[in-house]
Nanobody, 124 residues
Framework: QVQLVESGGGSVQDGGSLTLSCVAS????????VGWFRQAPGKEREFVAA??????HYADSVKRRFVISKDSSRNAAILQMNSLKPEDTGIYYC???????????????????WGQGTQVTVST
């Protein structure tokens, strides 16, 4: 059974930074793909970033501001978020999947395992 636990959310002002972590049990990120998605109130869950093996993918809206990485010592996926904007506000979810193909990384419904989410609020 794969379990994902996110942490690190909070409230920051426009231009601030936050670091999110996703610790996995029952899955190894060297084998599984891991993704970050977010969902704002009244909106669909949207892709933020993912890595699969050595390939990294970002949504255009977060390129050059967010960095996804992994901490193998903790079996954790990290999302470093810089230059945060109010439109980055939402619940951030970690996802994992062993067999997802690259062309499906940006589709939330294609991922098998999800964490409970962590709230990120960016104020002006």
């Amino acid at each position: 059974q794969v379990q994902l636990v996110e942490s690190g959310g909070g409230s920051v002002q426009d231009g601030g930074s936050l670091t999110l972590s996703c610790v996995a049990s029952g899955a190894t990120f060297n084998v599984y793909a891991v993704g970050w998605f977010r969902q704002a109130p009244g909106k669909e869950r949207e892709f933020v970033a993912a890595f699969k093996r050595g390939d990294i993918h970002y949504a255009d809206s977060v390129k050059r501001r967010f960095v996804i990485s992994k901490d193998s010592s903790r079996n954790a996926a990290i999302l470093q978020m810089n230059s945060l904007k109010p439109e980055d506000t939402g619940i951030y979810y970690c996802a994992a999947d062993r067999g997802i193909i690259t062309s499906s990384l940006r589709r939330a419904r294609e991922w098998d395992y999800w964490g409970q989410g962590t709230q990120v609020t960016v104020s002006t």
